[in-house]
């Protein structure tokens, strides 16, 4: 590879690795292509890519990005998995892959330009999609009224079940 490929190369990681809201660096040694393959139609349905690039081209890509603090984790047979929409999609489908293929090394992350160790990746992971939060939250706030509608209703019901009673037994 050239200077200007691998510069044309660099260019384009940097954008990647500029519009990524996470990213996570997993090991991959022992695993067949069959096994990426399948791990990377996974990731794909969540809108998230799974690259295996040069770590040299990858440091020097991901300088001046939130990724800049993974440049020291480039090292040996790397792919590095760049969540766009959903932070906890790339943590919890390659945690999930993990589970099954231990052979797959979860290293380290990033989320909003802050390193994540695997035990944090683990804990990303586990929580729920952004989707169930987001209805969690409404619900959460929705409670209060439901309530308070409730609470001011009780009365003009009981009223109701006082005449309504007291007309049947007249």
Do not use: C
Request: glycine letters at 8%.
């Amino acid at each position: 590879m050239n200077k200007e490929e691998k510069k044309v190369q660099i260019d384009e990681l940097h954008d990647k690795f500029s519009r990524a809201k996470t990213a996570v660096i997993a090991g991959y040694s022992g695993i067949n292509v069959e096994q990426i393959t399948e791990l990377r139609t996974k990731l794909r349905r969540e809108k998230v890519e799974f690259r295996v690039v040069k770590n040299t081209l990858a440091r020097k890509a991901a300088e001046g990005t939130s990724l800049e603090a993974l440049k020291e984790h480039f090292v040996g047979p790397v792919g590095i998995a760049l969540g766009y929409d959903d932070p906890i999609a790339p943590a919890r489908i390659l945690f999930d892959f993990h589970k099954v293929q231990a052979k797959l090394d979860l290293k380290v992350g990033v989320l909003d330009g802050r390193l994540l160790k695997q035990t944090e990746i683990r804990a990303l992971a586990t929580l729920p999609p952004l989707d169930s939060l987001r209805a969690k939250i409404v619900g959460l706030l929705q409670a209060p009224a439901s309530r308070l509608v409730g609470v001011l209703a009780a009365p003009g019901g009981q009223i109701a079940r006082v005449l309504k009673a007291r007309a049947d037994k007249g």
